[in-house]
Nanobody
């Protein structure tokens, strides 16, 4: 089984909300910094949000105030709550786990489509 599996993507109207979840397995989750990244067609992958193993968060400028990242070390999951979605948020969203800049895992991605 892949170490990271995303879920929760889908189609939503502008102004709506979605919650993405990423389930980790086979890694010592609590030791990893976790993140969400996205890639829109024709664009480079960009940072959405990260949360360190200590709980410190960081957000991309375009999602600040709208998105919130959280983690549950007991369940080995990281979530991304996305509010006030805009068509520009349309992308494939990827979960990332990284530790010591060496152990680096990516999920398969989940599609988020925001209609205007």
């Amino acid at each position: 089984q892949a170490p990271l599996v995303e879920s929760g993507g889908g189609l939503v109207q502008a102004g709506g909300s979605l919650r993405l979840s990423c389930a980790a397995s086979g890694i010592t989750f609590r030791l990893y910094d976790m993140g969400w990244y996205r890639q829109a067609p024709g664009k480079q992958r960009e940072l959405v949000a990260t949360i360190t193993n200590g709980g410190n968060t960081n957000y991309g400028d375009s999602v600040k105030g709208r998105f919130a990242i959280s983690r549950d070390n007991a369940k080995n999951t990281v979530a991304l709550q996305m509010n006030s979605l805009e068509p520009e948020d349309t992308a494939v969203y990827y979960c990332n786990a990284i530790r010591d800049k060496v152990f680096d895992y990516w999920g398969q991605g989940t599609q988020v489509t925001v209609s205007s």
